[in-house]
């Protein structure tokens, strides 16, 4: 019995699908929980508005919109009662004169200290504590990214930015299986008096993701006693997806107190999902971000995604429907040249919430230009 608990639960984190490559939807999607508090404190949306560091994740072309001379972000999460550890770093670096900005990002979630029990039982019934092993089911993804002004229109008051990430996605399984794939994202931002726009487009090139099993005779013993398919080759597949936002300035630039809020949309290609629109060719996904500062270093931040229509379960003719959406709220300071932002959110909607607290960091430095000294502080 326990060998086939692990075995069910092998197959469900890797979706074997042996000699296969079926289009299948929610593939790789621990790349879509989303990074920082600041964004996930606004339930993601973000395409039209990041402007830090990770824009790299949000819209690339948001990294031309950062002001320092380079900046760091740190992310750590958990879920799942500390089970699953979600990590982030990156790093952003404008090139001289500003014009292009250049990042890297790395993305890691992962369940650790998986018990392996294969061996722990002995043929006669007996465990053996020698023999009961430790394993971690890991996900990453790299991230490289560019962003650079654009010129496309002789407006002064419209200014454009695109940014492309070239990812590379790494998943593993213990010592059983390992997985590669690539892709690329494209995103542009565009800025015209109180409005900003943003179009990320993912995977543009659809991700390919293919696994290799490295099953030693004993594992492949077990898999085919216990009535698994013993895999060889799996392929995955992660279709286009668009995350489109609309952003405005509610109150007049230049005042202390500021307001912003965003409407994104998701569209996502693979399938028919559990969203508030839906079809087997497009699922439609809206999501709003409202977020308050002052003087630029208070940030208050509140946001609502992930609707849904569902059956209500009071309801036995199973007709009626009521909807469902995920909650975020968010807090932010900046201390000199260190960003701390808070997030509370969950991964599900609110009839079942799983909710966690996100911190991120954020550090901004600054360099003085060559043949201006730094400024000494002033005696009183």
Do not use: C
């Not at 997985?179 to 990320?200: E, K, L, P, S």
């Not at 991700?207 to 005779?217: A, I, K, P, Q, R």
Request: charged share 20%; proline share 4%; net charge positive.
């Amino acid at each position: 019995m326990k060998y086939r608990v692990i075995l069910l639960s092998i197959g469900w984190l890797l979706g074997i699908q042996p000699l296969s490559a079926q289009k299948k939807i929610y593939v790789n999607e621990y790349l879509n929980i989303g990074v920082g508090a600041k964004g996930l404190g606004l339930a993601g949306a973000q395409s039209a508005s990041a402007n830090d560091v990770t824009a790299a994740y949000w819209n690339p072309a948001g990294l031309m919109q950062i002001q320092n001379n380079m900046e760091v972000g740190l992310m750590h999460a958990e879920y799942f009662s500390g089970n699953a550890k979600y990590d982030y770093g990156a790093i952003a670096k404008p090139l001289k004169g500003k014009k292009q900005v250049v990042a890297l990002s790395v993305l890691r979630f992962a369940i650790d200290d998986i018990p392996n029990t294969i061996d722990y039982i002995q043929p006669d019934g007996s465990f053996d504590e020698s023999k009961l092993k430790s394993m971690s089911a890991g996900d990453y993804a790299f991230l490289l990214s560019y962003a650079q002004g654009l010129k496309w229109f002789k407006n002064p008051n419209l200014k454009m930015n695109i940014g492309v990430n070239a990812k590379v996605i790494y998943r593993h399984l213990g010592s059983m299986a390992n997985a590669w794939g690539a892709g690329i994202d494209v995103g542009i931002q565009a800025r015209y008096a109180q409005w900003r726009f943003g179009v990320m487009a993912k995977d543009i090139t659809t991700t390919y993701t293919s696994w290799s099993f490295h099953l030693s005779e004993k594992e492949k013993q077990i898999f085919g006693q216990t009535g698994n398919e013993i895999p060889v080759k799996s392929y995955e597949l992660m279709y286009p997806r668009l995350n489109i936002g609309v952003a405005r300035s509610l109150l007049p630039e230049g005042k202390a107190l500021q307001v912003s809020a965003e409407l994104g949309i998701d569209l996502t290609t693979d399938g028919n999902r559990n969203t508030l629109i839906h079809s087997n060719a497009v699922s439609i996904d809206p999501r709003i971000g409202l977020e308050g500062s002052y003087k630029n270093t208070l940030f208050l931040r509140a946001g609502i995604g992930n609707f849904q229509r569902v059956l209500d379960d009071a309801d036995t003719s199973n007709k009626k429907h009521y909807t469902l959406y995920q909650p975020s709220v968010g807090l932010g300071v900046v201390l000199g040249v260190i960003g701390i932002d808070y997030a509370f959110t969950s991964l599900q909607t609110q009839s079942n919430p799983l909710f966690t607290h996100i911190i991120s960091l954020r550090l901004n430095m600054n360099q003085p230009e060559k043949g201006k000294p730094t400024k000494k502080p002033t005696r009183k």
